[in-house]
């Protein structure tokens, strides 16, 4: 009767260890959470003629590069290729050459995978 007693014992305690490690939570099971990226080595924006078609497209664009990489969509080293490249259309735009400004944009966004 003494070895029923301690065979049930010991398995209802192994059971008990069994079960409580099942429901045990560890910080590797919690979701982890991801701090989105912060635009960085954005150049103030130039002074673009207000009119014009490509200070439209520069800024829409812009708004967008802004929203994309700070939902982490987009890595921040393409983020900064892609201010490089709109430096040169909003230097092109502020200086009244349109058409190469929206080039250069339109070049950008197809490069980048945006509709351009």
């Known amino acids: 009767m003494q070895?029923?007693?301690?065979a049930s014992t010991a398995g209802a305690l192994l059971l008990a260890l069994g079960?409580?490690?099942c429901n045990q939570t560890t910080?590797?099971?919690?979701?982890?959470?991801v701090a989105a990226a912060v635009p960085t080595g954005t150049a103030p924006r130039p002074d673009l003629p207000p009119q014009?078609?490509?200070?439209?497209?520069?800024?829409?664009?812009?708004d967008i590069l802004k929203a994309d990489v700070t939902t982490g969509?987009?890595?921040q080293k393409v983020y900064e290729q892609i201010q490089g490249e709109l430096s040169k259309a909003s230097s092109a735009c502020a200086a009244g050459r349109d058409g190469e400004a929206l080039?250069?944009?339109?070049a950008s966004k197809s490069r980048h995978g945006y509709h351009a």
């Open 52 to 62: 014009a078609a490509c200070t439209k497209d520069y800024d829409h664009y812009q």
């Open 19 to 21: 079960l409580g490690a």
């Open 27 to 33: 910080a590797a099971n919690q979701p982890q959470v």
């Open 103 to 106: 080039a250069l944009i339109r």
């Open 3 to 6: 070895k029923v007693r301690l």
């Open 73 to 75: 969509n987009v890595d």
